[in-house]
């Protein structure tokens, strides 16, 4: 059974970083798509970034320049840097993998397991 665990959020001012972690197990970890999500109140679930396995990248236009997601195969971890925050990037932010081996992949609805979820509040 797929597992991630998410870590790292908490409450920040604007211009701070923040370095969220992901942890998966349950499965080849090397092998998958990996993505970051987020929802703010109100608000559709978005992009935030991913990295497939062969480690290309995909970003939201709000977070581009600011934000980087990485992967350690050898941890089962994929992290989100997040430096210059803002305000706006106040929201739940999700782990999530896919269960197609090998693809790449932005949209919300190409994940099949998601994490619980890590709170990330930047106040002005």
């Known amino acids: 059974q797929v597992q991630l665990v998410e870590s790292g959020g908490g409450l920040v001012q604007a211009g701070d970083s923040l370095r969220l972690s992901c942890a998966a197990s349950?499965?080849?970890?090397?092998?998958?798509?990996m993505g970051w999500f987020r929802q703010a109140p109100g608000k559709q679930r978005e992009l935030v970034a991913a990295?497939?396995?062969?480690?290309?990248?995909d970003y939201g236009d709000s977070v581009k320049g600011r934000f980087t997601i990485s992967r350690d195969n050898a941890k089962n971890t994929v992290y989100l840097q997040m430096n210059s925050l803002k305000p706006e990037d106040t929201a739940i932010y999700y782990c999530?993998?896919?269960?197609?081996?090998?693809?790449?992949?932005?949209?919300?609805?190409?994940?099949?397991?998601w994490g619980q979820g890590t709170q990330v509040t930047v106040s002005s």
């Open positions: 349950g499965r080849t970890f090397s092998s998958y798509a």
């Open positions: 999530a993998t896919t269960s197609t081996p090998y693809s790449r992949a932005t949209a919300p609805s190409h994940y099949d397991y």
């Open positions: 990295i497939s396995s062969g480690r290309m990248t």
